[in-house]
């Protein structure tokens, strides 16, 4: 597998605009598959049920994982009203009752993981990541073609990015590096703004998710 556990790093010029800055990240190989009835059985009777209780009433300012989300967005200069944290999309979905998208065996506990925690999540195909990643503010005229959408604007916002740009977010993921079921190996990044969140014990429960619902290999988890 990729060594990327050596290769990813945080700016150290964001923290002097916004300190609360931690990516949890986890590695692993991965047989993907199509969405799995079982896994939303779950999603449907437990889980959503009780994250639509517990968000119930909130502002969305108010809601951990979104809450830091946000204020980091302002920090850097990006209107959250406009460019939607994508937990937040999630849980609007969830609140309205929606039905969360069906992907694959991925990107579904990817959205597992978002919604319970409040905090975006990306998974990414290590064969189309080259080099090293750093998380980074992106400059004016930087964007990518989303996933599902044309080119996104990602001025201010909050990237990763390897030796060939720009390749994801908190907001929308790119194209480029997006998981299908081709993909073999497998970087998943939760996108942490909140101190008080305890990122070494979600880290655990999702790559606990991960080997349950999406059968995956030799998962390795850390913080940056």
Not at 50 to 77: L, N, T
Not at 177 to 193: G, N, P, Q, R, S
Request: glycine share 8%; net charge negative; with cysteine.
């Amino acid at each position: 597998m990729n060594d990327i556990k050596h290769k990813i790093e945080i700016d150290e010029s964001l923290y002097n605009i916004y300190p609360d800055i931690r990516l949890g990240c986890i590695s692993f190989a991965a047989d993907v598959k199509n969405s799995d009835p079982t896994f939303w059985t779950y999603m449907n009777d437990e889980v959503l049920p009780q994250v639509r209780e517990s968000i119930s009433g909130k502002e969305w300012g108010e809601i951990s994982g979104v809450k830091g989300s946000r204020a980091a967005y302002k920090a850097f200069g990006r209107n959250p009203g406009r460019y939607r944290v994508s937990s937040e999309a999630l849980l609007r979905r969830v609140k309205r009752g929606d039905e969360l998208y069906h992907i694959n065996s991925i990107v579904d506990v990817n959205n597992l993981i978002s919604v319970k925690s409040g905090l975006s999540v990306g998974s990414y195909d290590l064969k189309n990541i080259h080099g090293s990643v750093i998380f980074r503010k992106a400059k004016a005229g930087e964007g990518y073609t989303g996933i599902g959408k044309s080119f996104i604007d990602m001025e201010n916002m909050l990237v990763l990015a390897d030796e060939d740009g720009i390749f994801g977010s908190s907001m929308s993921d790119s194209t480029r590096a997006m998981v299908t079921e081709k993909a073999k190996d497998i970087l998943t990044v939760i996108y942490c703004f909140e101190n008080d969140i305890d990122l070494a014990l979600l880290l655990k429960q999702s790559k606990d998710a991960f080997e349950r619902f999406a059968n995956v290999k030799n998962a390795e988890y850390w913080i940056v």
